[in-house]
């Protein structure tokens, strides 16, 4: 039972270059969750989804960034026009059912903004 | 607003040493809360979780100690070993509220 997977791994883009993230949840998750993770600091929410609704995007920058997770395929993180303000950690959680769920992490994807 | 803080940011322990990792929460309707541990270069494995209807719980070489009236959460490692160094995170959930809010952090180093 393969668990969260994350692509790609190591992510490099220039300033204003788009960023595209991938999740693939565990098998039988329907809830997924994006978090970021600046240099030793704690993860912070940004969005939360489940098949092709977003739940709750109170994390999410109002500009740039969008999430998907269509009813086939692994959800997106899509970041537009990037800076560099943008490098960090992007990782996914996918979950079973809601509230009190164990959440389980992805490896993560490490953005850098040259 | 809603917080989830750690006492201290790096602990250092000797191998075959107990260790605790202290939490605080200022949010009185936290109803869940979880300890993971990050190893370098991974994401946030689980490690043990306790409701609030709890204020102790156990698991393997690991205890989950809560108390609200000081919104306190603890995370106890008993005999250490190497492969417990890591960073440790308390994270908090409320009802009705799915996301996770994380604390800053603890680095656990273990003194071999």
């Known amino acids: 039972n393969a668990g969260v997977m994350q692509n790609p791994r190591h992510l490099v883009r220039r300033r204003g270059q788009e960023a595209r993230l991938r999740c693939s949840p565990m098998k039988g998750h329907s809830h997924v969750y994006w978090y970021r993770q600046l240099p030793e600091e704690g993860l912070k929410f940004m969005v939360y989804?489940?098949?092709?609704?977003?739940?709750?995007e109170s994390g999410m920058p109002k500009e740039r960034f969008s999430a998907e997770f269509p009813k086939e395929g692994p959800s997106i993180l899509r970041i537009q026009q990037v800076v560099r303000g943008d490098s960090a950690a992007y990782f996914c959680?996918?979950?079973?059912?809601?509230?009190?769920?164990?959440?389980?992490f992805g490896p993560g994807t490490r953005l850098t903004v040259t | 607003g809603e917080s989830v803080g750690l006492h201290l940011p790096t602990l250092s322990v000797q191998e075959g040493d107990n260790s605790i990792i202290n939490c605080a929460y200022s949010n009185s309707a936290s109803d869940y809360f979880i300890w993971y541990k990050q190893e370098s270069g991974k994401g946030p494995q689980f490690i043990i979780d306790i409701r609030s209807n709890m204020d102790k719980r156990q698991g393997q070489r690991v205890t989950v100690l809560l108390n609200k009236t000081v919104k306190h959460l603890s995370l106890q490692i008993a005999a250490t070993q190497p492969g417990d160094s890591a960073v440790y995170f308390c994270?908090?959930?409320?009802?009705?509220?799915?996301?996770?809010?994380f604390g800053t952090g603890t680095r656990l180093t273990i003194i071999p």
């Open positions: 959680a996918s979950s079973q059912t809601t509230l009190d769920s164990e959440q389980y």
């Open positions: 994270a908090e959930i409320n009802r009705g509220n799915e996301k996770l809010t």
């Open positions: 989804l489940q098949k092709e609704n977003i739940i709750d």
